[in-house]
């Protein structure tokens, strides 16, 4: 059996959750986010907790408990507090730009790559190597986090490319020559 997934789930004084046909709806300060239930689990909402309920008792449902769980505690952690994740561009001549909904990366190529930042999510940069991407949807967010860190993924030798703030670069010795 799940252990994360008996966990009741908190909602804050300021978050509102509905639950009725298959579909969560939570909505909050920061948005509101929706999500179709899968049918081997159940919600109960009471007294200012959400509970998930397995339908019937196979390995289906004891596999979905646990992810529904999360994925509902996740959409009330983003409508009232909200998601970050920090991206680092290393490298000579390496940088961010900001320009509209449009990024536009300095990576090492001979042209300027041009990445269109999706809906729900925002975006600001500092010191022209710092990107801070910010929303309300974990999921949404981490996606469009890989994809802009697919355009360079950092390289084992200099550390050159796009990385996430808090992951290491485990570097490789380079050639050494002989005499």
Known sequence: MSRVGKKPIPIPANTKVLYKDRLMTVEGDKGSLSRNIHPSV????EDRFVNVIMAED????HAVQGLTRSLVSNMITGVSKGFERILEVNGIGYR????????VLHLGYSNPVHFEIPEGISAAVEKNNILKLSGIDKEKLGLTAAAIRRLRPPEPYKGKGVKYAEEYIQRKAGKTGTK
């Open 42 to 45: 159940n919600l109960k909402i």
């Open 58 to 61: 196979s390995r289906t449902a």
């Open 96 to 103: 961010v730009e900001l320009s509209g909904r449009t990024l």
